[in-house]
């Protein structure tokens, strides 16, 4: 493929992986343009080596996805054909403490590059948009059963809502404008360059520092884990094999409850950067952290996902294992403590300690 793509928060957590993975994993050999407003979330560090080693096929551009003349504009210059959609606000705490931006990004956002694309496309058929959402829309299940493409929406939180509403506007774009626009809808993602503000990259930096890991609730809540890498694979193939028009569930066929995960990451660690070696733990083992916190209102209960469309249509499936995806973040956290520095002296740090006081 060799063409201009677009790619929307490309400087967060799955889009970087993401721009990664195109560039080393696929043979692609057209451009990328990396639009992102750098909130809180966005770090231009996840690809300071990906910018040098692809000059002149990589583009960062600093801009808001609400700012339609300016994404419009760019899309202009650069003459895209295709949109990987990744720009949101992403943690279902924050949006429950204050779900304005939420609404901003996710719901006008969304409004604003499908506008710009509609425009610039005029109708073209040989061009895509990929917009990359959440199994969060469907709402929360009981003990049984799974996410299927056709589960009605069901959303609970307002990230969840704002994304269900971003999808909505994405298909009645297909629909009403023949926009030839994907949907994929995934389970909870893990992996290198992931902000330690969600459940795993927080918790395994805390428990290096010896600091309470928090769980709330119970802990028994359940998840549906993938790892960066595999999501990323499942996106590049929907952009190019995958039908317009059509929605992909993709998930990890890894459900675990919460409590689970963190004992998980202190298995992990425990073998790669061993307790007693480390003077913050004081002779305590990793588990010895795990504290039980009060609950986020509204939490959903258990999340799981039928990706049998995209294995039967597209050939994907989930390739790394849980314990082995563990495994390689841990190293890869370990091994990059300038960026856990950085990341951990900025302005999210202020947010969470403000917010959970623990
Ligand atoms: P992230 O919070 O790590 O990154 C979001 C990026 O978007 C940041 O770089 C941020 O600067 C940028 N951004 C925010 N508002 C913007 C705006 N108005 N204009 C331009 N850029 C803006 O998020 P993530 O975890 O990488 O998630 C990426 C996408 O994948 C989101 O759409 C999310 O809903 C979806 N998703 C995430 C997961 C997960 O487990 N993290 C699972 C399924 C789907
Ligand atoms: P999170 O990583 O925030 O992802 P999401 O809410 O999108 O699923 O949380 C994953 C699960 O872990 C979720 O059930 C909430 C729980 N959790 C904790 O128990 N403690 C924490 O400190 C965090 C951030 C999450």
Request: cysteine-free; aromatic content about 16%; charged content about 25%.
């Given at each position: 493929m060799k063409k201009t793509i677009l790619v929307t928060g490309g400087a967060g957590f799955i889009g970087s992986n993401f721009i990664r993975y195109v560039f080393e994993r696929t043979g692609f050999k057209g451009k990328i343009v990396n639009l992102d407003k750098?909130?809180?979330?966005?770090?231009?560090e996840n690809l300071a080596d990906i910018a040098k080693k692809f000059r002149g096929r990589y583009v960062f551009a600093k801009g808001d996805i609400c700012a339609h003349n300016a994404v419009l504009a760019l899309m202009k210059k650069y003459c895209v054909s295709a949109v990987a959609h990744f720009a949101a606000e992403s943690h279902v705490d924050r949006s429950i403490f204050g779900p304005k931006d939420f609404i901003e990004t996710n719901i006008h956002g969304t409004f604003s590059l499908l506008e710009a694309a509609r425009n610039f496309w005029?109708?073209?058929?040989?061009v895509r948009f990929h917009h990359v959402s959440t199994d969060e829309v469907y709402g929360s299940l009981g003990a049984s059963g799974k996410f299927r493409e056709t589960t009605p929406y069901n959303p609970r939180s307002p990230y969840s809502a704002s994304k269900a509403s971003s999808d909505h506007l994405v298909r009645a774009y297909g629909h009403?404008?023949?926009?030839p626009a994907t949907i994929s809808n995934c389970s909870n993602n893990y992996g290198p360059?992931?902000?330690?503000?969600?459940l795993i990259p927080l918790v395994l930096l805390n428990a290096l520092e010896g600091k309470p890991l928090p769980v709330y609730g119970d802990g028994l809540q359940v998840r549906d884990w993938l790892y960066v890498e595999d999501h990323c694979a499942a996106i590049w193939r929907i952009m190019n094999k995958g039908r317009p028009g059509a929605t992909y569930n993709v998930g990890g066929s890894c459900e675990k409850k919460n409590i689970d995960v963190v004992k998980g990451i202190c298995a992990a660690l425990e073998a790669l950067a061993p307790a007693a070696a480390?003077?913050?733990?004081?002779?305590?083992?990793?588990?010895?952290l795990i504290t039980f916190v009060k609950d986020r209102p509204g939490h959903d209960r258990r999340y799981a996902i039928d990706f049998s469309r995209i294995t039967k249509e597209l050939g994907w499936r989930p390739s790394v294992d849980f314990r082995s995806g563990l495994r390689k973040t841990v190293s890869w956290y370990l091994a990059n403590g300038a960026w856990v520095k950085n990341v951990k002296t900025g302005a999210y740090r202020k947010w969470l300690d403000k917010n959970y006081k623990r």
């Open positions: 750098l909130t809180y979330a966005g770090n231009p005029a109708g073209r058929k040989d009403t404008y023949g926009l360059y992931h902000f330690p503000e969600k480390n003077p913050t733990l004081g002779g305590r083992e990793y588990t010895d």
